[in-house]
């Protein structure tokens, strides 16, 4: 891959390539609010820069002229940067490019078919084939002589939901509802459930959330103060759900949500092993959804 930049643009609507940081007030636009699409928000991309940013890389967006913009993580040599992929990481449910959804998807492949060229090679990961516009710009992209590989990266859990708690429990197979509803009285004797969006117990719902992380059977993460600031961050955007289950001895389980678009997204969760007589996960995930479809406005839930 070559490490010269791509030409800065010089007008209002160029091509070029910004430092996420320094991006021209331009292009703010072509960004979603977090409410309407968590994943496709500034605040998304400013988090993964501050958090998440591999070893070496430095975010930046690609202006795709009047079509939108591509996020990209570049690797920085001697001050140049060279954009080398998507701006993805491990905690990224969907990406691609973010536009307008009336906008010209295959003119904004084309733009992007010459950047590819430029750059020798670009990998995007997380996109999804059903995405608005994803066949077009793929395909104009291809029609331009870029060669696309294509692979399955990972699929993600998730379903319409019907209606509230009741109707979306009623609409479980009975092994599960009873499943449910036999632990949840089990667990009710001896455990509190708290859901928190923000405020003053936040600081306190996040130091439980990383003292059931760390009493976990889940491996270090790879960005130890990802999950701290993600939560902060979601808070500060009036999307974050932190809820917390705990026994007389302690937080035993927690897990956090987006609420975004009308979906509830899983972005992670986390047990005692201790405390699995409890049946902790499942109560706690029975808790998180019954409080989400019960606030309204949820159509989907996502479990990542």
Same mark, same amino acid.
């Given at each position: 891959?070559?490490?010269?930049?791509?030409?800065?643009?010089?007008?209002?609507?160029?091509?070029?390539?910004?430092?996420?940081?320094?991006?021209?007030?331009?292009?703010?636009?072509?960004?979603? @609010?977090?409410?309407?699409?968590?994943?496709?928000?500034?605040?998304?991309?400013?988090?993964?820069?501050?958090?998440?940013?591999?070893?070496?890389?430095?975010?930046?967006?690609?202006?795709?002229?009047?079509?939108?913009?591509?996020?990209?993580?570049?690797?920085?040599?001697?001050?140049?940067?060279?954009?080398?992929?998507?701006?993805?990481?491990?905690?990224?449910?969907?990406?691609?490019?973010?536009?307008?959804?009336?906008?010209?998807?295959?003119?904004?492949?084309?733009?992007?078919?010459?950047?590819?060229?430029?750059?020798?090679?670009?990998?995007?990961?997380?996109?999804?084939?059903?995405?608005?516009?994803?066949?077009?710009?793929?395909?104009?992209?291809?029609?331009?002589?870029?060669?696309?590989?294509?692979?399955?990266?990972?699929?993600?859990?998730?379903?319409?939901?019907?209606?509230?708690?009741?109707?979306?429990?009623?609409?479980?197979?009975?092994?599960?509802?009873?499943?449910?509803?036999?632990?949840?009285?089990?667990?009710?004797?001896?455990?509190?459930?708290?859901?928190?969006?923000?405020?003053?117990?936040?600081? @306190?719902?996040?130091?439980?959330?990383?003292?059931?992380?760390?009493?976990?059977?889940?491996?270090?993460?790879?960005?130890?103060?990802?999950?701290?600031?993600?939560?902060?961050?979601?808070?500060?955007?009036?999307?974050?759900?932190?809820?917390?289950?705990?026994?007389?001895?302690?937080?035993?389980?927690?897990?956090?949500?987006?609420?975004?678009?009308?979906?509830?997204?899983?972005?992670?969760?986390?047990?005692?092993?201790? @405390?699995?007589?409890?049946?902790?996960?499942?109560?706690?995930?029975?808790?998180?959804?019954?409080?989400?479809?019960?606030?309204?406005?949820?159509?989907?839930?996502?479990?990542?």
């Amino acid at each position: 891959m070559t490490d010269a930049p791509l030409r800065q643009a010089d007008n209002t609507h160029g091509v070029g390539l910004f430092e996420l940081a320094a991006m021209p007030a331009v292009y703010e636009t072509c960004f979603a @609010a977090p409410n309407h699409s968590v994943f496709a928000s500034r605040a998304w991309f400013d988090l993964l820069d501050s958090a998440a940013r591999p070893r070496g890389m430095r975010g930046a967006i690609i202006a795709l002229g009047e079509y939108g913009v591509l996020p990209v993580w570049c690797r920085v040599r001697g001050g140049r940067m060279s954009p080398v992929r998507g701006m993805t990481t491990p905690y990224t449910l969907v990406f691609g490019p973010l536009a307008a959804q009336d906008a010209d998807w295959a003119g904004l492949g084309a733009t992007l078919a010459g950047i590819v060229r430029q750059c020798g090679a670009l990998r995007l990961d997380a996109l999804d084939p059903d995405a608005l516009g994803f066949e077009d710009w793929l395909g104009s992209m291809r029609r331009l002589g870029v060669i696309v590989h294509r692979f399955d990266h990972f699929g993600n859990w998730g379903e319409a939901v019907p209606g509230d708690y009741d109707a979306w429990l009623a609409s479980r197979p009975g092994t599960l509802r009873n499943t449910i509803r036999r632990r949840t009285r089990h667990a009710a004797r001896e455990v509190v459930m708290t859901v928190t969006r923000g405020g003053d117990g936040l600081d @306190a719902a996040i130091a439980d959330f990383e003292m059931v992380y760390a009493r976990s059977w889940k491996p270090a993460e790879p960005y130890p103060d990802f999950n701290p600031t993600c939560m902060r961050r979601l808070a500060a955007e009036g999307v974050l759900r932190l809820g917390i289950m705990r026994s007389a001895q302690g937080p035993i389980a927690a897990q956090y949500w987006a609420v975004s678009g009308g979906t509830g997204f899983l972005l992670k969760l986390a047990h005692d092993r201790a @405390a699995e007589s409890l049946s902790p996960g499942t109560v706690l995930t029975a808790h998180m959804v019954r409080d989400l479809l019960n606030e309204g406005g949820i159509h989907r839930l996502d479990f990542g």
